[in-house]
T-cell receptor, first 117, second 115 residues
Framework: AQSVTQLGSHVSVSEGALVLLRCNYS??????LFWYVQYPNQGLQLLLK??????LVKGINGFEAEFKKSETSFHLTKPSAHMSDAAEYFC???????????????FGKGTHLIIQP | SQTIHQWPATLVQPVGSPLSLECTVE??????LYWYRQAAGRGLQLLFY??????ISSEVPQNLSASRPQDRQFILSSKKLLLSDSGFYLC??????????????FGPGTRLTVT
């Protein structure tokens, strides 16, 4: 069974500081990994994803994440936080069954990112 | 381009009343469709997914049901709402299997409050 663990339900950083949001997963087969962002009372927007290939993935709004198979991690980073980055961030995992069709994403519980001025 | 719509945006319903939430997708055909529920402090939970008309898979047993009467329409229903049904409901779609079906696109959500 798949699972996703996000360390820290709330993370607070100062504007201009490094953002690091942690995500660890468990999966019985090679995973697809995602980070989504959710602003208040809105749907989720994809930040970035890892499927295959390069393990360092760059996304929108200056975010990036690195897939580390040995650590089963997919941490999200941004060198310099901006006030507009304040939101809820979700890590998710999925994989495609060899028989076809697509399963839903398994989400972590989310991390609320707070940006201090 | 593809768009996904959900309505209503907000809904307040009494316990025991029925529910119908609708989701439609434009600009694509034969999408995979999903219903998620987001409860406070609990992340997102997959409720149902569908790979085609009339094909529904349920992930969590509950008093909710889903239907897909048309290719790009996905409906979430309940005959009698419970207080525990309150939450933020999100619909999502992905391309059919074999074409980047790993990426899901989310609608704006419906905030349901059961009183």
């Amino acid at each position: 069974a798949q699972s996703v663990t996000q360390l820290g339900s709330h993370v607070s950083v100062s504007e201009g500081a490094l953002v690091l949001l942690r995500c660890n997963y468990s999966s019985s087969v090679p995973p697809y990994l995602f980070w989504y962002v959710q602003y208040p009372n809105q749907g989720l927007q994809l930040l970035l994803k890892y499927t295959t290939g390069a393990t360092l993935v760059k996304g929108i709004n200056g975010f990036e994440a690195e897939f580390k198979k040995s650590e089963t991690s997919f941490h999200l980073t941004k060198p310099s936080a901006h006030m507009s980055d304040a939101a809820e961030y979700f890590c998710a995992v999925s994989f495609l069954y060899s028989g076809g069709g697509a399963d839903g994403l398994t989400f972590g519980k989310g991390t609320h990112l707070i940006i201090q001025p | 381009s593809q768009t996904i719509h959900q309505w209503p945006a907000t809904l307040v319903q009494p316990v025991g009343s029925p529910l119908s939430l609708e989701c439609t997708v434009e600009g694509t055909s034969n999408p995979n469709l999903y219903w998620y529920r987001q409860a406070a402090g609990r992340g997102l939970q997959l409720l149902f997914y569908s790979v085609g008309i009339g094909q529904i898979s349920s992930e969590v047993p509950q008093n909710l049901s889903a239907s897909r009467p048309q290719d790009r329409q996905f409906i979430l229903s309940s005959k009698k709402l419970l207080l525990s049904d309150s939450g933020f409901y999100l619909c999502a779609w992905s391309a059919p299997w074999g074409r980047e079906s790993d990426e899901q696109y989310f609608g704006p959500g419906t905030r349901l409050t059961v009183t």
